[in-house]
């Protein structure tokens, strides 16, 4: 390795320990300018180190660590989602059901089932404390282990958190590098997701689980590759029960079990038993928290996604602006619905008349799903994006790298007081992505369906 080299390597591991450590500890999220420049910077030095060839697989690994471990000590200052993380862990721990009830309830009564109650409350935020908990039950059992650690230390309850997301990464890099091994794949590709700002500062800095959901959902994809259906299964389990997502994708993955048996009666045997155990498996995960008002209160709060939250759309903002030029008013009670309707019926087309035999192609329509499904909806946070950014790198497509970069500019809505966003930045932020994923389809001459 050069003198050169060395230096430079030394220079972005410098500079982005300065950006990460000036993240996590001094940013204020309402400084759009001083975040994205923060944004910027660090995804420069992402580039440069992935692009040096001289960096080793190991190197790499050392650097995905160190970047992460800078945010262990921090409170997230991105997203207070975390607060009522702390409050369904502790309310557990109490003995409490926390999809039975609402935290403003206990408050505005003046109780205090938890510790740190009033606090936890005040910072959640009213969407958080005023709607019931959607967090599926394996989900609840990580805001447990938190609670069970530090029963009444907010702090000590982020590292917990915080450790659980850093070691669900650690599974993510093992399976997947494993994964694309066996695909034939770089390996080094990893560490666009783990060596990314976004996966970085959105998982680890701010505490959101999907990573937790990608390690149950990679390593089972990897096990359905090596034909251990059946542990494979337990897995994918696993996975929906920390986010929901991937019940969505259950079709796909029995297909693809269906398309690698010899015979029709084999393919039906391990498909149906593929699908009965993950099923089975998540109503046994919900039965300890099982009561008459669980069915309603949990869709009514999923729900509430399709029906009432706007956040960082696209095509749905679109219409959206079509329905008031129209009509005069938002029509969400109805556009609300068209992300489930065109998504499944993209799900429908490929269950129905497309092949899925190989592993590529299942994770090439998984992602396809996702995006149809993103694209419609009317809600897109920024760590929604952790899912097809980790398939993508198993496929040919990198606009999702793009999506990552681009997809700060939704914060600019948490500089304005109050709460407002700037639409010109998301038209921005979507041509950008649609303009890079046209250039993908067409240079590269992917099929997107290819039989």
Same mark, same amino acid.
């Not at 029509?331 to 592993?359: A, Q, R």
């Given at each position: 390795?050069?003198?050169?080299?060395?230096?430079?390597?030394?220079?972005?591991?410098?500079?982005?320990?300065?950006?990460?450590?000036?993240?996590?500890?001094?940013?204020?999220?309402?400084?759009?300018?001083?975040?994205?420049?923060?944004?910027?910077?660090?995804?420069?030095?992402?580039?440069?180190?992935?692009?040096?060839?001289?960096?080793?697989?190991?190197?790499?690994?050392?650097? !995905?660590?160190?970047?992460?471990?800078?945010?262990?000590?921090?409170?997230?200052?991105?997203?207070?989602?975390?607060? @009522?993380?702390?409050?369904?862990?502790?309310?557990?721990?109490?003995?409490?059901?926390?999809?039975?009830?609402?935290?403003?309830?206990?408050?505005?009564?003046?109780?205090?089932?938890?510790?740190?109650?009033?606090?936890?409350?005040?910072?959640?935020?009213?969407?958080?404390?005023?709607?019931?908990?959607?967090?599926?039950?394996?989900?609840?059992?990580?805001?447990?282990?938190?609670?069970?650690? !530090?029963?009444?230390?907010?702090?000590?309850?982020?590292?917990?958190?915080?450790?659980?997301?850093?070691? !669900?990464?650690?599974?993510?890099?093992?399976?997947?590098?494993?994964?694309?091994?066996?695909?034939?794949?770089?390996?080094? !590709?990893?560490?666009?997701?783990?060596?990314?700002?976004?996966?970085?500062?959105?998982?680890?800095?701010?505490?959101?689980?999907?990573?937790?959901?990608?390690?149950?959902?990679?390593?089972?994809?990897?096990?359905?590759?090596?034909?251990?259906?059946?542990?494979?299964?337990?897995?994918?389990? =696993?996975?929906?029960?920390?986010? &929901?997502?991937? &019940?969505?994708?259950?079709?796909?993955?029995?297909?693809?079990?269906?398309?690698?048996?010899?015979?029709?009666?084999?393919?039906?045997?391990?498909?149906?038993?593929?699908?009965?155990?993950?099923?089975?498996?998540?109503?046994?995960?919900?039965?300890?928290?099982?009561?008459?008002?669980?069915?309603?209160?949990?869709?009514?709060?999923?729900?509430?996604?399709? @029906?009432?939250?706007?956040?960082?759309?696209?095509?749905?903002?679109?219409?959206?602006?079509?329905?008031?030029?129209?009509?005069?008013?938002?029509?969400?009670?109805?556009?609300?619905?068209?992300?489930?309707?065109? $998504?499944?019926?993209?799900?429908?087309?490929?269950?129905?008349?497309?092949?899925?035999?190989?592993?590529?192609?299942?994770?090439?329509?998984?992602?396809?799903?996702? =995006?149809?499904?993103?694209? $419609?909806?009317?809600?897109?946070?920024?760590?929604?994006?952790?899912?097809?950014?980790?398939?993508?790198?198993?496929?040919?497509?990198?606009?999702?790298?793009?999506?990552?970069?681009?997809?700060?500019?939704?914060?600019?809505?948490?500089?304005?007081?109050?709460?407002?966003?700037?639409?010109?930045? $998301?038209?921005?932020?979507?041509?950008?992505?649609?303009?890079?994923?046209?250039?993908?389809?067409?240079?590269?001459?992917?099929?997107?369906?290819?039989?």
């Amino acid at each position: 390795m050069s003198i050169l080299t060395k230096y430079k390597t030394l220079f972005v591991t410098i500079g982005s320990i300065f950006c990460y450590f000036y993240f996590a500890y001094f940013l204020d999220r309402t400084n759009f300018y001083s975040l994205l420049i923060l944004w910027i910077l660090l995804f420069s030095f992402f580039y440069i180190l992935i692009k040096d060839k001289q960096n080793t697989y190991s190197n790499l690994v050392g650097f !995905a660590i160190l970047f992460r471990v800078i945010f262990l000590f921090t409170t997230p200052n991105l997203s207070q989602d975390f607060y @009522r993380f702390i409050w369904d862990g502790r309310m557990l721990l109490e003995g409490f059901n926390p999809y039975l009830s609402l935290p403003e309830t206990f408050i505005n009564n003046g109780l205090k089932p938890i510790s740190d109650a009033n606090l936890l409350y005040d910072n959640m935020g009213e969407l958080n404390g005023s709607h019931y908990t959607n967090y599926p039950p394996l989900n609840q059992l990580s805001f447990l282990i938190a609670a069970l650690v !530090a029963k009444s230390n907010i702090f000590f309850s982020i590292i917990v958190l915080r450790m659980q997301i850093i070691f !669900a990464d650690l599974g993510i890099l093992y399976f997947g590098k494993k994964l694309l091994e066996n695909l034939n794949l770089n390996k080094k !590709a990893i560490f666009l997701y783990m060596l990314n700002p976004f996966i970085i500062v959105e998982m680890t800095g701010n505490l959101h689980f999907e990573p937790v959901m990608l390690f149950f959902f990679i390593s089972g994809i990897y096990l359905l590759q090596q034909q251990k259906w059946l542990f494979a299964s337990l897995l994918i389990a =696993c996975s929906i029960s920390v986010k &929901l997502l991937p &019940l969505l994708l259950l079709p796909f993955l029995i297909k693809f079990i269906f398309n690698r048996e010899k015979t029709f009666s084999q393919s039906f045997r391990k498909a149906f038993k593929f699908i009965a155990i993950v099923l089975l498996l998540n109503l046994l995960f919900f039965l300890p928290f099982y009561s008459s008002e669980l069915i309603n209160n949990y869709t009514n709060s999923v729900g509430l996604w399709f @029906r009432k939250f706007e956040f960082n759309a696209s095509f749905y903002y679109l219409f959206r602006e079509i329905g008031y030029l129209f009509r005069g008013y938002n029509e969400i009670w109805i556009l609300g619905k068209l992300s489930i309707v065109v $998504t499944l019926l993209y799900l429908c087309y490929v269950f129905f008349f497309k092949k899925i035999e190989d592993l590529k192609k299942l994770i090439l329509v998984i992602l396809i799903l996702i =995006c149809v499904y993103y694209f $419609t909806s009317t809600t897109i946070h920024p760590w929604y994006l952790a899912t097809p950014l980790l398939l993508s790198i198993f496929t040919r497509f990198r606009f999702i790298l793009i999506w990552s970069f681009t997809i700060i500019l939704s914060y600019n809505a948490y500089a304005n007081n109050p709460w407002q966003e700037n639409l010109l930045l $998301t038209t921005i932020e979507y041509l950008v992505v649609f303009g890079f994923l046209f250039y993908e389809i067409k240079y590269n001459k992917l099929k997107l369906l290819k039989t």
